[in-house]
């Protein structure tokens, strides 16, 4: 008898969990459509960089995607403060600033990849892609 | 006012409305104020702090935010409602970091407040007494001012 969600030989990929950091609700929900895209599922969102930190050691995502520019605490800050606890966290970067000091400092804080607001959401996909393919 | 502090905003409202409306904006003549300035019916204003303090507000009829929220978002909405608010908020921002990242790779060192949204045709008058410079520009959807304000800080 066939399992659901299983086919012969073949096994239903796995449904990658998101954290979507972002004090926009337009831009929350722009990123959540290429979550839906590549089969992830949003597990949660932050609006702060604080919420962010909180919402990642409750839900424990697969990948976070997060902005720079927020309230209360910034996208690095808390990039810097989640790699503290966990040096395998998976933090992508989104932001409309993407000058080389700022992308360099992202990645030198840990962050997997670097996304520049305006994204195509094919080429934001093929980026979280690239990042999910290290943990299979 | 130094225009090499100016064309990087004018050139980021180019590239960010082409690239979120798929179409080219056209940037009328530029022409000198002094504040206070009358409000269209929205206007988002970010404060610049860093080498150099002022503001940038950008300013359009309501309609015209709705319209660019409704392509924004792929939906239909009638009014000025918190999605169109927080949609126009973001395509500013998305226009202030491009502008900002251009400044930044010419050695300049800014950094931005967060967007405020007025509703309403207010007249605004932020506490920098500085000439500004607007910027008008024509899209399908109505017209965007851009109202530069900065100097440096000495």
């Known amino acids: ?136 | 006012m130094r225009l090499d502090y100016i064309e990087p905003f004018i050139e980021a409202t180019n590239c960010i409305l082409e690239d979120v409306f798929k179409m080219p904006a056209r940037k009328g003549k530029l022409t000198l104020h002094s504040e206070p300035v009358t409000s269209k019916g929205l206007v988002v204003v970010i404060g610049l702090t860093g080498d150099v303090e002022g503001r940038v507000i950008f300013d359009m009829e309501p309609e015209t935010a709705v319209k660019m929220a409704c392509i924004m978002n792929q939906s239909k909405f009638d009014s000025v409602q918190p999605v169109v608010v927080d949609s126009i908020a973001e395509l500013i921002n998305m226009v202030m970091g491009k502008a900002l990242t251009i400044l930044n790779d010419k050695g300049f060192s800014f950094k931005l407040t967060p967007p405020m949204v007025f509703t309403g045709n207010a007249v605004i008058n932020t506490t920098i007494r500085l000439e500004t410079l607007v910027v008008p520009f024509t899209t399908d959807y109505g017209e965007l001012l851009i109202n530069v304000a900065v100097r440096p800080v000495v």
């Open chain 1, 1 to 136: 008898m066939q399992q659901k969600g299983i086919r012969r030989g073949m096994e239903t990929p796995p449904q990658y969990k998101f954290l979507i950091v972002d004090d926009s609700v337009f831009a929350r929900k722009n990123m959540g459509k290429v979550v839906e895209m590549i089969g992830g599922v949003v597990a949660g969102e932050a609006t702060t960089g604080r919420e962010a930190i909180d919402q990642y050691f409750k839900l424990k995502p697969d990948v976070v995607v997060m902005d720079v520019s927020m309230p209360e605490m910034e996208g690095l800050e808390a990039l810097s403060k989640i790699k503290e606890q966990d040096k395998d966290a998976r933090v992508i970067i989104v932001s409309s600033l993407g000058y080389e000091e700022l992308v360099k400092k992202a990645l030198s804080l840990g962050a997997k990849h670097f996304i520049a607001k305006p994204f195509q959401p094919d080429k934001a996909a093929e980026i979280i892609r690239f990042v999910l393919k290290e943990i299979k």
